[in-house]
């Protein structure tokens, strides 16, 4: 399975991101997909996640702002990121669960988000 994550970029606090994930290879064996990210000096932290019910799930700093979407029909999960602020700043990952029973979970390169003050 491979992960492409895109969208990313240079933004003002306050304004918004689209970043996308397109997965591709075996899809039948991933189930649910997370955002992840990292900020310098700084452990990667989960951001948001959907089940491939639809369950979506945030953390406590980008709720209400951030919303994890799917396109299963593109092979794509969407992170809309809204009131942008300078503690956003940092790589995002996107991230794949396996289904496959001690299989570590695919991730893909990254997208760097910067958020000016």
């Known amino acids: 399975v491979q992960l492409q994550a895109s969208g990313g970029g240079l933004v003002q606090a306050g304004g918004s991101l689209r970043l996308s994930c397109t997965y591709s290879g075996e899809i039948f064996s991933i189930s649910d997909m997370t955002w992840y990210r990292q900020a310098p000096g700084k452990q990667r932290e989960l951001v948001a996640a959907i089940s491939t019910g639809g369950i979506t799930t945030y953390s406590d700093s980008v709720k209400g702002r951030f919303t994890i979407s799917s396109d299963n029909a593109k092979n794509t999960v969407y992170l809309q990121m809204n009131s942008l602020k300078p503690e956003d700043t940092g790589v995002y990952y996107c991230?794949?669960?396996?289904?496959?029973?001690?299989?570590?979970?695919?991730w893909g390169q990254g997208t760097q988000v910067t958020v000016s003050s």
């Open positions: 991230n794949a669960k396996s289904k496959q029973f001690g299989r570590p979970n695919y």
